[in-house]
C-alpha cells in the first residue's frame, strides 16, 4: 500500500512539474529524451560496476538506482497505464545489472 501510494505521489509530482513548463506533453518526446538519457548512463557506467570507476556505490550510483528500481520493479509497476519507461529502461543491460548489483548488496 505505501509503495503504491509512492508510486502515486511520485507520479503526481512529476506531472506536476512537467504541466508547469506548458500545457502540451508529448509524450513520445518525452519516452525518447529518457531513452537517450538512459543510454547516456549506460555509457558512462562502460564496463565498470560502479559509475566513475569506482571501488563501491557512491551517491550517484544510488541516485540511479532510485529511478531504475521505481521503473524496474515488478510491485510498483502494476497500476501504471503505461509502462514504455519500463520497458526503455529493460532493455538498457548495463543500468538493469547495475540496478541488481545494488539490491544483492543491500536488500
Known amino acids: 500500500m505505501v509503495q503504491v501510494a509512492l508510486a502515486r505521489e511520485l507520479r503526481a509530482a512529476a506531472e506536476s512539474e512537467l504541466l508547469r513548463l506548458g500545457q502540451v506533453i508529448d509524450a513520445k518526446a518525452l519516452i525518447r529524451e529518457a531513452d537517450e538519457a538512459f543510454a547516456a548512463l549506460e555509457t558512462l557506467l562502460g564496463r565498470n560496476d560502479w559509475f566513475f570507476g569506482n571501488k563501491e556505490p557512491g551517491l550517484f550510483d544510488a541516485a540511479v538506482f532510485a529511478y531504475t528500481h521505481l521503473l524496474l520493479d515488478e510491485g510498483l509497476g502494476q497500476g501504471w497505464k503505461d509502462n514504455t519507461?519500463?520497458?526503455?529502461?529493460?532493455?538498457?543491460?548495463?543500468?538493469?545489472?547495475?540496478?541488481?548489483?545494488?539490491?544483492?548488496?543491500?536488500?
Open 85 to 107: 519507461l519500463s520497458l526503455t529502461v529493460s532493455s538498457r543491460e548495463k543500468l538493469v545489472s547495475h540496478r541488481e548489483r545494488l539490491l544483492d548488496m543491500y536488500f
